[in-house]
């Protein structure tokens, strides 16, 4: 029954090739997912939406003291978007001892224009941490807590983010 079904429907669908099923998909799936964050975070701009979800992501999944048990000098990883000048982020990351007495910021400027936009990350099973690589040069970005769900959404987030800024 299922064979019969299965063909009846290949024949009555038009021939279409899973590449342009792909590029279909993706159109609207960017479609859903950016429309989805404007209505979330109350904007128009698509813009502003995914800086607000990639900042709210990246404060869900920051990687705590409290996370390090056992470490020498467990800190608070802390991190945070904004868009420089047109073709450029600013990744801003804090750094705080347990205890709250030392504190580091540091600013890093990611230049997007002929960057491949897709972000790849690592969730090692062994570790308590994930890694979002840069996609300049594959050197690691930032680092979350070890969520390899949490990871994929703040990828697609920051590779959207880089996409949008491309555009100008």
């Known amino acids: 029954m299922a064979i019969v079904l299965g063909g009846a429907l290949s024949a009555a669908l038009p021939a279409v090739s899973s590449a342009d099923q792909s590029k279909a998909l993706q159109g609207d799936e960017q479609v859903v997912y950016l429309d989805g964050l404007k209505r979330l975070y109350l904007t128009g701009n698509e813009r502003q939406a995914l800086l607000a979800h990639s900042n709210a992501l990246l404060e869900t999944y920051a990687l705590r003291a409290g996370y390090q048990v056992g470490q020498a000098q467990p ?94």
């Open 75 to 168: 800190e608070d990883l802390l991190y945070r978007f904004s868009v420089a000048d047109t073709g450029e982020l600013i990744l801003r990351e804090e750094r705080r001892g347990a205890e709250g007495s030392a504190i580091a910021v540091h600013n890093q400027r990611l230049a997007v224009f002929g960057v491949d936009p897709f972000i790849r990350y690592e969730c090692p099973t062994s570790g308590i941490r994930c890694v979002l690589f840069n996609p300049a040069d594959g050197s690691p970005l930032l680092t979350i807590v070890r969520d390899h769900q949490g990871a994929g959404e703040l990828a697609k987030a920051l590779s959207f983010l880089i996409r949008n800024v491309q555009k100008g």
